[in-house]
C-alpha cells in the first residue's frame, strides 16, 4: 500500500470538494471565500453606548482640566 499515492489522492479529492461547496455556495448567496480569516477589531456600538462613552469622557476630560488648572499633574 502507497501512502502517500494515498494522501496525495485524498488531498486532490478535497480540493475537488472544496471548490463544489464554494460554487454551490456562491448559487446559494451565502458563500465566504476559503482562507478568509474572521473580522476582527472593534465592536459597534449603539447609540446608547456611545452616549456613555461620551459623558464618560467628558467627565474625565473636565477633571483632567480640573487638575491641570489647579497645578496638580503637569
Known amino acids: 500500500m502507497d501512502l502517500q499515492k494515498t494522501i496525495e489522492e485524498l488531498y486532490a479529492e478535497k480540493e475537488k470538494l472544496e471548490r463544489v461547496i464554494e460554487s454551490l455556495e456562491l448559487l446559494q448567496g451565502t458563500s465566504?471565500?476559503?482562507?478568509?480569516?474572521?473580522?476582527?477589531?472593534?465592536?459597534?456600538?449603539?447609540?446608547?453606548?456611545?452616549?456613555?462613552?461620551?459623558?464618560?469622557?467628558?467627565?474625565?476630560?473636565?477633571?483632567?482640566?480640573?487638575?491641570?488648572?489647579?497645578?496638580?499633574?503637569?
Open 32 to 74: 465566504v471565500p476559503l482562507g478568509t480569516v474572521s473580522r476582527r477589531g472593534r465592536k459597534s456600538m449603539d447609540l446608547k453606548e456611545r452616549q456613555q462613552v461620551s459623558e464618560r469622557m467628558k467627565r474625565y476630560w473636565a477633571l483632567q482640566r480640573a487638575a491641570r488648572a489647579a497645578g496638580v499633574g503637569s
